[in-house]
Protein backbone atom coordinates (compact mmCIF):
# COMPACT_ATOMS: atom_id res chain seq x y z
CA UNK A 1 0.00 0.00 0.00
CA UNK A 2 1.34 2.94 -0.75
CA UNK A 3 1.85 5.64 2.03
CA UNK A 4 0.99 9.34 2.66
CA UNK A 5 3.90 11.55 3.30
CA UNK A 6 4.75 11.84 6.71
CA UNK A 7 2.47 14.51 8.67
CA UNK A 8 4.28 15.55 11.57
CA UNK A 9 3.36 19.07 13.60
CA UNK A 10 4.13 20.19 16.81
CA UNK A 11 2.53 23.18 18.38
CA UNK A 12 3.46 26.09 20.24
CA UNK A 13 1.24 28.44 19.39
CA UNK A 14 -2.15 28.44 20.59
CA UNK A 15 -3.74 28.63 17.27
CA UNK A 16 -1.29 26.94 15.10
CA UNK A 17 -2.79 23.97 13.84
CA UNK A 18 -2.03 20.32 11.90
CA UNK A 19 -3.87 19.70 8.89
CA UNK A 20 -3.18 16.46 6.54
CA UNK A 21 -0.82 18.56 3.68
CA UNK A 22 2.49 19.41 6.06
CA UNK A 23 4.63 21.29 3.80
CA UNK A 24 8.81 20.62 4.61
CA UNK A 25 10.70 23.49 6.04
CA UNK A 26 13.24 22.33 7.61
CA UNK A 27 14.60 20.33 11.32
CA UNK A 28 12.95 20.66 14.04
CA UNK A 29 14.76 23.31 16.48
CA UNK A 30 16.25 21.71 19.84
CA UNK A 31 14.03 22.64 22.87
CA UNK A 32 17.18 23.91 24.58
CA UNK A 33 17.82 26.67 21.89
CA UNK A 34 16.98 30.19 22.63
CA UNK A 35 14.25 30.37 20.01
CA UNK A 36 11.05 31.42 21.68
CA UNK A 37 8.38 29.01 19.86
CA UNK A 38 8.72 27.16 16.74
CA UNK A 39 6.26 25.09 14.71
CA UNK A 40 7.77 22.75 12.10
CA UNK A 41 6.65 20.14 9.16
CA UNK A 42 9.06 18.03 7.79
CA UNK A 43 8.85 15.68 4.98
CA UNK A 44 12.46 16.00 3.05
CA UNK A 45 15.03 12.98 3.08
CA UNK A 46 17.37 15.25 4.50
CA UNK A 47 15.82 16.45 7.68
CA UNK A 48 15.14 14.15 10.87
CA UNK A 49 16.20 11.25 8.67
CA UNK A 50 19.73 12.63 9.01
CA UNK A 51 21.41 10.21 11.91
CA UNK A 52 24.40 12.42 12.14
CA UNK A 53 22.31 15.66 13.04
CA UNK A 54 20.20 13.40 15.27
CA UNK A 55 23.40 12.31 17.30
CA UNK A 56 24.45 15.37 18.21
CA UNK A 57 20.76 16.13 18.89
CA UNK A 58 20.24 13.23 21.91
CA UNK A 59 21.41 14.08 25.28
CA UNK A 60 22.08 11.09 27.43
CA UNK A 61 22.70 10.43 31.18
CA UNK A 62 25.37 7.48 32.39
CA UNK A 63 22.52 6.75 35.26
CA UNK A 64 20.55 4.91 32.72
CA UNK A 65 21.88 1.79 32.18
CA UNK A 66 20.19 1.43 35.79
CA UNK A 67 16.98 2.23 34.99
CA UNK A 68 14.23 0.61 36.77
CA UNK A 69 11.38 -1.33 34.89
CA UNK A 70 9.73 -2.48 37.62
CA UNK A 71 6.48 -1.88 36.73
CA UNK A 72 6.31 -1.45 33.38
CA UNK A 73 4.01 -3.90 31.09
CA UNK A 74 7.03 -5.14 28.87
CA UNK A 75 5.70 -7.72 25.95
CA UNK A 76 8.46 -8.01 23.68
CA UNK A 77 5.75 -9.92 21.12
CA UNK A 78 5.50 -7.91 17.67
CA UNK A 79 7.58 -10.46 15.36
CA UNK A 80 7.50 -9.89 11.63
CA UNK A 81 5.10 -12.55 11.73
CA UNK A 82 2.79 -10.17 13.70
CA UNK A 83 2.56 -7.48 10.98
CA UNK A 84 1.39 -10.26 8.29
CA UNK A 85 -2.30 -9.44 8.44
CA UNK A 86 -5.28 -9.46 6.40
CA UNK A 87 -6.87 -6.44 7.34
CA UNK A 88 -4.20 -3.85 6.16
CA UNK A 89 -4.98 -0.37 8.07
CA UNK A 90 -5.40 2.89 5.56
CA UNK A 91 -3.97 5.72 7.36
CA UNK A 92 -5.29 9.03 7.75
CA UNK A 93 -5.00 12.07 10.53
CA UNK A 94 -5.37 15.47 11.59
CA UNK A 95 -4.97 16.98 14.39
CA UNK A 96 -6.09 20.52 16.02
CA UNK A 97 -4.72 22.68 19.02
CA UNK A 98 -6.28 25.67 21.27
CA UNK A 99 -4.95 27.77 24.03
CA UNK A 100 -8.50 27.60 25.55
CA UNK A 101 -8.99 29.88 28.28
CA UNK A 102 -5.52 29.78 29.80
CA UNK A 103 -3.09 32.37 29.23
CA UNK A 104 0.03 29.87 27.67
CA UNK A 105 -0.11 27.00 25.52
CA UNK A 106 1.25 23.96 26.84
CA UNK A 107 0.30 20.95 25.02
CA UNK A 108 2.41 19.76 22.45
CA UNK A 109 1.28 16.81 19.66
CA UNK A 110 3.21 14.72 16.91
CA UNK A 111 1.42 13.90 14.02
CA UNK A 112 3.89 11.04 11.86
CA UNK A 113 1.86 8.51 9.58
CA UNK A 114 5.08 7.40 8.40
CA UNK A 115 7.72 7.10 11.09
CA UNK A 116 9.85 5.88 8.64
CA UNK A 117 10.11 8.75 6.53
CA UNK A 118 10.46 10.98 9.82
CA UNK A 119 12.75 9.60 11.34
CA UNK A 120 14.14 6.63 9.85
CA UNK A 121 14.92 3.59 12.00
CA UNK A 122 17.50 0.91 11.79
CA UNK A 123 15.19 -2.45 11.56
CA UNK A 124 12.64 -2.54 8.30
CA UNK A 125 8.78 -2.78 9.21
CA UNK A 126 6.21 -4.31 6.70
CA UNK A 127 3.04 -2.77 6.30
CA UNK A 128 1.92 0.54 7.81
CA UNK A 129 4.31 2.36 10.40
CA UNK A 130 3.22 5.55 12.11
CA UNK A 131 3.24 7.37 15.12
CA UNK A 132 1.40 9.90 17.34
CA UNK A 133 1.75 11.37 20.73
CA UNK A 134 0.25 14.51 22.58
CA UNK A 135 1.99 15.94 25.68
CA UNK A 136 0.39 18.08 28.21
CA UNK A 137 2.81 20.49 29.99
CA UNK A 138 2.46 21.64 33.31
CA UNK A 139 4.57 24.38 35.12
CA UNK A 140 5.65 25.74 31.68
CA UNK A 141 6.25 23.95 28.58
CA UNK A 142 9.63 23.11 28.21
CA UNK A 143 9.35 19.02 29.43
CA UNK A 144 6.72 19.16 26.77
CA UNK A 145 8.91 20.50 24.29
CA UNK A 146 12.17 18.41 25.36
CA UNK A 147 9.44 15.45 25.64
CA UNK A 148 7.96 16.08 22.19
CA UNK A 149 11.54 16.34 21.04
CA UNK A 150 13.70 13.71 22.52
CA UNK A 151 10.89 10.81 22.94
CA UNK A 152 10.85 9.31 19.35
CA UNK A 153 14.14 9.28 19.09
CA UNK A 154 14.99 7.60 21.96
CA UNK A 155 12.68 4.95 20.46
CA UNK A 156 13.34 4.96 16.79
CA UNK A 157 17.08 5.12 17.11
CA UNK A 158 16.82 1.53 19.50
CA UNK A 159 18.51 -1.00 17.74
CA UNK A 160 15.86 -3.47 19.19
CA UNK A 161 13.02 -1.28 17.37
CA UNK A 162 10.23 -2.68 16.39
CA UNK A 163 11.52 -6.65 17.99
CA UNK A 164 11.10 -5.90 21.22
CA UNK A 165 8.90 -2.52 20.71
CA UNK A 166 7.35 -2.07 24.83
CA UNK A 167 10.73 -2.53 25.92
CA UNK A 168 12.41 -0.05 23.50
CA UNK A 169 9.38 2.56 24.21
CA UNK A 170 9.38 1.90 28.18
CA UNK A 171 13.28 2.96 28.13
CA UNK A 172 12.93 5.96 25.96
CA UNK A 173 10.43 7.20 28.53
CA UNK A 174 12.93 6.90 31.07
CA UNK A 175 15.46 7.92 28.98
CA UNK A 176 13.51 11.09 28.44
CA UNK A 177 12.98 11.76 31.62
CA UNK A 178 16.56 11.27 32.84
CA UNK A 179 18.00 13.48 29.98
CA UNK A 180 15.37 15.97 30.78
CA UNK A 181 16.66 16.16 34.88
CA UNK A 182 20.05 16.22 33.37
CA UNK A 183 19.55 19.84 31.20
CA UNK A 184 17.20 21.08 34.54
CA UNK A 185 20.61 20.65 36.08
CA UNK A 186 21.99 22.89 33.48
CA UNK A 187 19.60 25.95 32.80
CA UNK A 188 16.90 25.70 36.05
CA UNK A 189 14.65 28.12 33.79
CA UNK A 190 13.53 24.81 32.08
CA UNK A 191 11.62 23.11 35.44
CA UNK A 192 8.66 21.83 34.57
CA UNK A 193 6.53 18.74 33.89
CA UNK A 194 4.93 16.86 31.18
CA UNK A 195 2.53 13.88 30.86
CA UNK A 196 3.11 12.03 27.69
CA UNK A 197 0.54 9.57 25.58
CA UNK A 198 2.53 7.90 22.63
CA UNK A 199 0.52 5.87 20.07
CA UNK A 200 1.93 3.61 17.46
CA UNK A 201 0.73 1.73 14.30
CA UNK A 202 3.18 -1.00 13.21
CA UNK A 203 1.55 -3.40 10.49
CA UNK A 204 -2.38 -4.14 12.09
CA UNK A 205 -1.26 -3.99 15.70
CA UNK A 206 -1.91 -0.82 17.68
CA UNK A 207 0.22 -0.14 20.84
CA UNK A 208 -0.53 3.19 23.16
CA UNK A 209 1.64 4.01 25.89
CA UNK A 210 0.81 6.24 28.58
CA UNK A 211 1.96 8.41 31.53
CA UNK A 212 -0.20 10.49 33.19
CA UNK A 213 -3.83 11.89 32.15
CA UNK A 214 -4.28 12.17 28.38
CA UNK A 215 -6.24 9.01 26.69
CA UNK A 216 -6.42 7.08 23.90
CA UNK A 217 -10.06 5.90 22.93
CA UNK A 218 -10.60 3.53 19.58
CA UNK A 219 -13.77 3.15 17.83
CA UNK A 220 -14.75 -0.04 16.84
CA UNK A 221 -17.61 -0.44 14.88
CA UNK A 222 -19.49 2.50 17.33
CA UNK A 223 -17.93 1.07 20.23
CA UNK A 224 -15.36 2.94 22.38
CA UNK A 225 -12.78 1.02 23.62
CA UNK A 226 -10.30 3.07 25.77
CA UNK A 227 -6.68 2.49 25.00
CA UNK A 228 -5.23 4.17 28.21
CA UNK A 229 -6.03 5.04 31.81
CA UNK A 230 -6.06 7.98 33.42
CA UNK A 231 -3.08 8.00 35.97
CA UNK A 232 -4.78 10.28 38.65
CA UNK A 233 -3.76 10.16 42.14
CA UNK A 234 -6.98 9.12 43.62
CA UNK A 235 -6.86 6.17 41.63
CA UNK A 236 -6.40 2.97 43.95
CA UNK A 237 -3.46 1.28 41.82
CA UNK A 238 -1.91 4.70 41.79
CA UNK A 239 -2.51 5.42 45.22
CA UNK A 240 -1.10 2.45 46.50
CA UNK A 241 2.07 2.75 44.13
CA UNK A 242 2.17 6.19 45.42
CA UNK A 243 2.27 5.35 49.20
CA UNK A 244 4.27 2.17 48.30
CA UNK A 245 7.25 4.63 47.06
CA UNK A 246 6.93 6.82 50.23
CA UNK A 247 4.48 9.50 49.10
CA UNK A 248 0.98 10.23 49.83
CA UNK A 249 -2.19 12.12 48.33
CA UNK A 250 -3.97 14.83 49.77
CA UNK A 251 -7.46 16.15 49.04
CA UNK A 252 -6.29 14.30 45.14
CA UNK A 253 -3.19 15.76 44.88
CA UNK A 254 -0.22 13.78 44.95
CA UNK A 255 2.06 15.07 47.94
CA UNK A 256 -0.59 17.75 47.38
CA UNK A 257 1.30 19.58 44.56
CA UNK A 258 0.14 17.86 41.40
CA UNK A 259 -2.80 16.19 40.38
CA UNK A 260 -1.35 13.66 38.05
CA UNK A 261 0.23 10.72 39.24
CA UNK A 262 2.89 10.16 36.37
CA UNK A 263 5.06 12.63 34.74
CA UNK A 264 8.09 12.71 32.69
CA UNK A 265 9.91 16.07 34.69
CA UNK A 266 9.16 17.65 37.78
CA UNK A 267 12.78 17.05 39.28
CA UNK A 268 12.58 20.41 40.77
CA UNK A 269 9.27 19.62 42.84
CA UNK A 270 10.32 17.99 46.39
CA UNK A 271 9.64 14.74 47.29
CA UNK A 272 8.61 13.05 44.28
CA UNK A 273 11.41 11.91 42.34
CA UNK A 274 15.11 10.93 42.83
CA UNK A 275 17.71 8.72 40.90
CA UNK A 276 15.79 5.29 42.72
CA UNK A 277 12.48 6.27 41.99
CA UNK A 278 9.78 8.30 43.42
CA UNK A 279 6.28 8.66 43.95
CA UNK A 280 6.11 10.18 40.27
CA UNK A 281 6.83 7.63 38.28
CA UNK A 282 7.61 8.01 34.54
CA UNK A 283 7.00 4.81 33.58
CA UNK A 284 4.11 4.38 30.85
CA UNK A 285 1.87 2.02 30.89
CA UNK A 286 0.73 -0.38 27.77
CA UNK A 287 -2.21 -1.16 25.87
CA UNK A 288 -2.22 -3.30 22.56
CA UNK A 289 -4.52 -4.57 20.33
CA UNK A 290 -4.67 -6.21 16.77
CA UNK A 291 -6.49 -3.81 14.23
CA UNK A 292 -9.33 -4.87 12.43
CA UNK A 293 -11.95 -4.15 9.65
CA UNK A 294 -14.20 -3.00 12.48
CA UNK A 295 -11.88 -0.78 13.98
CA UNK A 296 -12.61 3.13 12.33
CA UNK A 297 -10.39 5.56 14.11
CA UNK A 298 -8.82 6.50 17.09
CA UNK A 299 -8.94 9.55 19.43
CA UNK A 300 -6.16 10.75 21.41
CA UNK A 301 -6.45 14.19 23.29
CA UNK A 302 -5.15 15.79 26.42
CA UNK A 303 -7.40 16.05 29.45
CA UNK A 304 -8.67 19.45 28.77
CA UNK A 305 -11.15 17.47 26.05
CA UNK A 306 -11.92 14.46 28.53
CA UNK A 307 -13.08 17.18 30.58
CA UNK A 308 -15.98 17.61 28.81
CA UNK A 309 -16.26 14.19 27.02
CA UNK A 310 -16.57 10.90 27.74
CA UNK A 311 -14.91 8.15 26.09
CA UNK A 312 -18.47 6.81 24.40
CA UNK A 313 -19.38 10.04 23.72
CA UNK A 314 -16.27 11.69 21.97
CA UNK A 315 -16.91 8.32 20.08
CA UNK A 316 -20.38 8.90 19.11
CA UNK A 317 -19.51 12.76 18.05
CA UNK A 318 -16.37 12.19 15.81
CA UNK A 319 -18.29 9.48 14.20
CA UNK A 320 -21.02 11.66 13.14
CA UNK A 321 -18.51 14.19 12.06
CA UNK A 322 -16.39 12.08 10.01
CA UNK A 323 -19.49 10.67 8.40
CA UNK A 324 -20.56 14.35 7.38
CA UNK A 325 -17.03 14.96 6.10
CA UNK A 326 -14.72 12.26 6.55
CA UNK A 327 -11.82 14.42 7.22
CA UNK A 328 -9.77 13.50 10.52
CA UNK A 329 -8.36 17.27 10.12
CA UNK A 330 -12.10 18.81 10.54
CA UNK A 331 -12.56 16.27 12.69
CA UNK A 332 -10.16 17.13 15.58
CA UNK A 333 -11.23 20.46 15.00
CA UNK A 334 -14.45 20.05 15.86
CA UNK A 335 -13.89 17.52 18.76
CA UNK A 336 -11.61 20.94 20.12
CA UNK A 337 -14.56 23.44 19.52
CA UNK A 338 -17.08 21.19 20.92
CA UNK A 339 -14.70 20.59 23.92
CA UNK A 340 -14.94 24.88 24.05
CA UNK A 341 -18.44 25.40 23.86
CA UNK A 342 -18.89 22.94 26.76
CA UNK A 343 -16.82 25.03 28.90
CA UNK A 344 -13.38 23.33 28.79
CA UNK A 345 -11.19 25.29 31.21
CA UNK A 346 -7.75 23.44 30.19
CA UNK A 347 -5.62 23.37 26.81
CA UNK A 348 -6.72 21.65 23.94
CA UNK A 349 -5.46 19.14 21.68
CA UNK A 350 -7.01 16.27 20.04
CA UNK A 351 -5.53 14.12 16.89
CA UNK A 352 -7.27 12.01 14.85
CA UNK A 353 -6.48 8.76 13.13
CA UNK A 354 -8.37 6.78 10.57
CA UNK A 355 -8.08 3.29 9.53
CA UNK A 356 -10.33 3.62 6.69
CA UNK A 357 -10.64 5.49 3.63
CA UNK A 358 -14.24 5.50 3.46
CA UNK A 359 -16.29 7.58 6.28
CA UNK A 360 -17.29 4.77 9.12
CA UNK A 361 -20.81 3.13 8.12
CA UNK A 362 -24.41 3.93 9.40
CA UNK A 363 -25.28 1.12 11.63
CA UNK A 364 -28.49 -1.04 11.51
CA UNK A 365 -29.34 -2.27 14.21
CA UNK A 366 -31.86 -5.88 13.47
CA UNK A 367 -34.83 -5.33 15.36
CA UNK A 368 -35.63 -8.28 17.85
CA UNK A 369 -38.62 -9.93 18.63
CA UNK A 370 -39.97 -8.33 21.66
CA UNK A 371 -41.61 -10.41 23.95
CA UNK A 372 -44.70 -9.48 26.12
CA UNK A 373 -46.14 -11.21 29.43
CA UNK A 374 -48.65 -9.95 31.68
CA UNK A 375 -48.23 -10.12 35.59
CA UNK A 376 -50.39 -12.25 38.16
CA UNK A 377 -51.91 -8.37 39.17
CA UNK A 378 -52.49 -7.39 35.85
CA UNK A 379 -54.28 -10.30 34.84
CA UNK A 380 -56.56 -10.50 37.69
CA UNK A 381 -56.98 -6.48 36.96
CA UNK A 382 -58.21 -7.80 33.62
CA UNK A 383 -60.40 -10.79 34.96
CA UNK A 384 -61.97 -7.63 37.50
CA UNK A 385 -62.70 -5.95 34.40
CA UNK A 386 -64.20 -8.19 32.29
CA UNK A 387 -66.09 -9.52 35.11
CA UNK A 388 -67.95 -5.82 35.60
CA UNK A 389 -68.59 -6.62 32.07
CA UNK A 390 -70.37 -9.38 32.26
CA UNK A 391 -73.00 -7.52 35.00
Same mark, same amino acid.
Given at each position: MKM??????????????????SSADGKPPNPLSTTPGYRRSFSGPGDVGDSSSIKKSLVRHPSLVRTRMSDASVEPTLNP????AEFVPFIRSGAWADMGVRGSMEDVFIRADSFVHDYGGKNPIEGPGAFYAVFDGHGGKHAADFACYHLPRFIFED???? =????? @??? $????????????????????ASGTTALAALVIGSSLVVANAGDCRAVLCRRGKAIEMSRDHKPICMRERKRIEASGGYVYDGYLNGQLNVARAIGDWHMDGLKHEDGGPLSC???????????????????CDGIWDV? =????? @??? $?????????DPVLCSKDLVNEALKRKSGDNLSAVVVCFQSQPPPNLVVPRGRVQRSISAEGLKELQSFLDGLET
Open positions: EGIKKVMILDSRENGSSSEDYKNDFP =MEIER @VIA $AAFAHTDSAFAEACTLDADLEPEFMTTKLTEEDEFLIIGF =MSQNA @VDF $ARRKLQEHN
